[in-house]
C-alpha cells in the first residue's frame, strides 16, 4: 500500500516562506506523476502544483511565481517551496500521486498570519 507522509508545515507570517516536503513509500516514484493539493476551511480541495514524470511543472494562477515544485526521485520524494506567501494561502496541503486509483496524503497545515 503507498504510504505518503507530508511535511513543513507550519504559521508564518505573511512574506514569509515554508518548504514541505513529501515522503513516498513509491517503489516506481519516478513513472509517476506528483502534485500538491490545498484545502482551506469551507472550500473544495484544489490543485496548486503538479510535475510530471520529466519534470514538467503546472501551477494554479494564485501561486505562480511564488511556490516552485520539485521531486527527488532518487529519494522518491516531492517538495513545495513556498515564498512570498499571503494569508489566502491558508489551508491543510496534501501530496497526491498519480499512481493507479491515486493516492493522498494526510495532509499538512500552513497557516499565514497578517
Known amino acids: 500500500q503507498v504510504q505518503l507522509v507530508e511535511s513543513g508545515g507550519g504559521l508564518v507570517q505573511a512574506g514569509g516562506s515554508l518548504r514541505l516536503s513529501c515522503a513516498t513509500s513509491?517503489?516506481?516514484?519516478?513513472?509517476?506523476?506528483m502534485g500538491w493539493y490545498r484545502q482551506a476551511p469551507g472550500k473544495e480541495r484544489e490543485p496548486v502544483a503538479i510535475?510530471?514524470?520529466?519534470?514538467?511543472?503546472n501551477y494554479a494562477d494564485s501561486v505562480k511565481g511564488r511556490f516552485t515544485i520539485s521531486r527527488d526521485n532518487a529519494k522518491s520524494v516531492v517538495y513545495l517551496q513556498m515564498n512570498s506567501l499571503k494569508p489566502e494561502d491558508t489551508a491543510v496541503y496534501y501530496c497526491y500521486a498519480a499512481t493507479a486509483g491515486g493516492a493522498w496524503g494526510q495532509g499538512t497545515q500552513v497557516t499565514v498570519s497578517s
Open positions: 510535475i510530471s514524470t520529466g519534470g514538467a511543472t
Open positions: 513509491i517503489t516506481s516514484f519516478a513513472i509517476y506523476g
